[in-house]
């Protein structure tokens, strides 16, 4: 999906104030807003572009390779929006039509809620609240609980809804100081006796969806999966880009330049392919993935679990390649002047995501060898 260069422009002007801001830069915030990359993947009829995932994978890479944190805050953003096709109408409407709307949230069910009259209370406190200081409404997962604190469910029989906050009711916590990726804003956030009205959340596992499209039968942690793995492949783009930019460079007591090193050569070459391979496999999975969601009411176990596979491989093979770049660099690569040190950063707290984490390999290769195995969260 072609973005405007100059909203990747702004987004590389503005890479070093994002990143001592600890959150999106306003004037990269606007351009991302106003080119409506905030909202690809929301529901066509509460104003969403009509973007495929695939599209939306490429916007988040192209913005990641101008700046990592921008990039992730892209995806968090759009992968929200997902939740725009399982809400109801109402909430969905006032959630997601604004032109002005963006959200965001951690959707483990790390909060409890008890049911009341008109809704639930919820009191808890989630991690990796990323961009939640722009957010119009912020996300939280929850489990449902009786006064007992023993598993329980809504009246409509939601057990780990996803809700949504008006951001008066979150308290964000300056929790993020992190190694990269510090420009997300990706805060620790809680809420205390917080009041969800009736019907204002949705099941992120096995909800019906309100509004039908392929987005909406595409699986919501497929497409969170290929979004992080997305960030890093545009950050392994950069740092190839930063590698060859560096091609005159001499190191101390050569009399050859990077460019004329065969190791350093064949470093660049294996990160070339890393890339290359992995972007290549994810886009076939998820076209795959967006097939399947076309033609039948949901994706098929087979499609879900390569999607997965996909994604995790993906992200393991362009943090390779990252690491490549950054030790073929030599001791010019540490320094702060130097944008592979920040890319370095933001590619290995990428990395840490649970969406694609090493142990996401572990029930596929189960499945794969016939063993009972359950794909609720593929």
């Not at 951690?106 to 809620?113: I, L, N």
């Amino acid at each position: 999906m072609p973005i405007p260069a100059h909203i990747l422009e702004i987004a590389a002007k503005y890479a070093e104030q994002t990143e001592s801001g600890r959150a999106l830069a306003p004037e990269v915030f606007e351009a991302l807003r106003a080119a409506k990359l905030l909202r690809l993947w929301i529901a066509e009829a509460f104003g969403g572009t009509g973007a495929t995932i695939v599209d939306g994978l490429e916007a988040i890479e192209a913005v990641s390779r101008a700046d990592g944190s921008a990039g992730w805050c892209v995806m968090i953003a759009n992968t929200t929006a997902l939740t725009s096709h399982h809400l109801p109408e109402r909430w969905a409407r006032e959630i997601f039509a604004p032109e002005e709307a963006c959200t965001g949230g951690y959707g483990m069910p790390a909060a409890t809620a008890r049911v009341v009259e008109g809704g639930i209370e919820v009191s808890g406190q989630w991690s990796w609240g990323s961009g939640t200081n722009h957010c119009t409404w912020i996300g939280g997962g929850v489990r449902i609980v009786d006064d007992e604190g023993k598993p329980a469910a809504t009246p409509d029989g939601a057990t780990t809804p996803f809700v949504f906050f008006e951001p008066a009711q979150v308290e964000l916590l300056d929790t993020w100081y992190v190694a990269g990726l510090e420009g997300t804003a990706s805060t620790d956030y809680r809420v205390e006796r917080a009041f969800v009205p009736e019907g204002r959340w949705m099941q992120l596992i096995g909800g019906t969806p309100q509004v039908d499209s392929p987005r909406a039968r595409f699986p919501f942690f497929g497409a969170l999966a290929t979004g992080v793995a997305s960030v890093l492949i545009g950050l392994a783009e950069h740092a190839i880009d930063e590698l060859r930019a560096l091609s005159e460079k001499r190191s101390m007591g050569s009399s050859k330049t990077i460019a004329e090193r065969a190791p350093i050569q064949a470093d660049l070459a294996l990160a070339m392919a890393n890339v290359g391979q992995a972007r290549s496999y994810l886009h076939a999975m998820a076209h795959e993935a967006w097939a399947s969601a076309e033609e039948n009411p949901g994706v098929g176990d087979d499609e879900r679990a390569s999607l997965r596979l996909a994604a995790t491989g993906c992200a393991m093979r362009c943090l390779e390649a990252v690491d490549l770049c950054f030790h073929a660099a030599g001791g010019a690569a540490p320094y702060r002047r130097n944008k592979l040190q920040q890319i370095f950063r933001d590619a290995h707290v990428a990395a840490t995501h649970g969406m694609i984490a090493a142990r996401t390999l572990e029930p596929i290769g189960r499945r794969a060898f016939g063993l009972p195995t359950s794909t609720a969260q593929f």
